[in-house]
């Protein structure tokens, strides 16, 4: 654990470009607290101060009129929105992976569900006056590197295709559970693309650029690629037989997670317990989320939690009362509004990508007279 | 105004230009990639720097709880060239990898990423990553 500015005590992945995981407690709450939440960074030059007096949002590019926004023009010359969303790293569990694959090696605490509230992104872009002929629209922010300029070590870029239904649901978020954004979490702004994974994520957001052609930078190819096949599933052989076609990762499939107990206790027999956890997808609302337990097998439904919007965690629990000592193995699976369900199976691409194998518990019961 | 009240005025506005270099040299040290060697196992948070009225905001240096790399042959080299871009964490984190997936990661270091690394120190690095964090190599 390591303590960071403005955060509590996070799980320390690397200290330089920072990656801290949220530890797993906090996600009994639908919420996750600022202080709490996840801390992702590509490149090392990343901002220590903000000055807010010569800050500007640019929208730029192909575009009938540039802009150039201040912090205040975000916060009065728009109708506020807020939206609870699910911000989960791609490479989420990576660590679960087999054969395992170099990069982040998260468990499952590279995510969090914040409440949002900032600027439709869309009424940025109809400000501007997207020009015809513009295919995405990229996103650039503060985050540098010591690289060469123009190099993937020197700066950060992610696009979005301007077809994409999901730019209606964006905002340019400057507040974050009703507070301004940590600076590790990209104050002054960033951009949040529901049901989307991180990448597209934006931190310290200053650079919306209007482009004419498909952004090829690398952060969108090679990088953050999945196999163009169900689940994003694949061979390390297929991979490198060059079969596989590589597309953005986009959607975050459907998920969910035993918090509560957390295996390091023992249970007495017969001792009623509450089995708690969450869940979340990318597509929609989960709408339902079963147990089960090594025992007896059978999946049956627990109670969902607050529904706080189609993106958001939605915690869950279930009554188990183990009766007789053992070794028992809790499991649980979500099934969201479009009626994808986890699978059973694990997934395996070459970036640790797409994750979302139905989770386990080993739970160790003990005796009592 | 006589000759001496000037002159007295003109050392002080020299004085506080200077301190606005300097205060600005330090500002500009703080403004991004700011880090501080850190002790694991703290945790209390950083203290906050000074908060002003200004349009400034600002949080201290991220603390670095940089691991160390296993002694051997090849170690000053990543430790120098690999250092640019990260800290030794970026390697120690990694799971053990082939030697093929090292031979990979640091040629997609200089190749793609542009880390400007030579051809032969780029061999030592590859071979002192094979030497300790395979599979077969790794100890810990």
Known sequence: ?369 | MNHGTRKRRMLFALLIGVCVVAVGTIYADLEIGYYTAANLGSVAQPAPPPLQTDGVYSVAAYPLYTPQLVPGAGRQDAAAYCNTCHTPSYITMQPPLSAAAWKAEVTKMGKVYGAQIPTDAEARIITYLQTHYTPETRKR
């Open chain 1, 1 to 369: 654990m390591a303590t960071y500015p403005q955060k509590a005590p996070l799980v320390l992945l690397t200290d330089r470009p920072v990656q801290l995981e949220t530890p797993r407690h906090y996600f009994l709450e639908p919420i996750t607290p600022n202080d709490a939440f996840f801390v992702r960074w590509h490149l090392e030059s990343i901002p220590n101060e903000v000055d807010l007096s010569s800050w500007r949002l640019h929208v730029e590019g192909n575009v009938n009129k540039q802009l150039s926004l201040t912090f205040s023009d975000l916060l009065h010359k728009f109708k506020p929105i807020t939206l609870a969303a699910v911000n989960q790293c791609s490479g989420n569990s990576r660590s679960r992976f087999g054969p395992r694959v170099p990069g982040g090696q998260w468990g499952n605490g590279a995510m969090g569900c914040a409440r949002w509230t900032g600027v439709h992104f869309r009424e940025l872009l109809d400000m501007a006056g997207v020009k015809s002929g513009s295919v995405q629209v990229q996103m650039e922010g503060l985050e540098r590197g010591k690289g060469p300029r123009g190099m993937p070590s020197y700066e950060f870029k992610k696009s979005l295709d301007l077809s994409n239904p999901v730019l209606d649901e964006s905002i340019v978020a400057y507040a974050m559970n009703g507070e301004p954004l940590p600076m590790l979490n990209g104050f002054p702004v960033r951009l949040i693309v529901p049901g989307y994974f991180a990448t597209y994520w934006v931190k310290c957001l200053t650079d919306v650029r209007l482009l004419d052609k498909p952004d090829e930078n690398f952060w969108m190819n090679p990088a953050y690629r999945v196999p163009n096949t169900p689940r994003g599933n694949t061979t390390p052989t297929d991979v490198a037989a060059g079969k596989v076609k590589m597309i953005p990762i986009n959607r975050m499939p459907v998920r969910s997670f035993i918090i509560s107990p957390g295996g390091a206790t023992k249970i007495p027999a017969g001792f009623p317990v509450t089995v708690r956890g969450t869940s979340f997808s990318g597509f929609g609302r989960v709408v339902k989320v079963e147990f089960a337990d090594s025992l007896h097998g059978r999946w049956r439904e627990a109670k969902l939690g607050e529904d706080l919007g189609p993106y958001a965690f939605r915690t869950w629990e279930c009554a188990w009362t183990p009766e007789k000592p053992g070794k028992y193995s809790l499991a649980v699976r979500a099934t969201d509004e479009k009626g994808n369900v986890q699978p059973d199976e694990g997934v395996w691409n070459p970036g640790g990508y797409l994750w979302n194998k139905i989770e386990r518990q080993e739970v160790t019961v003990g005796g009592a007279a």
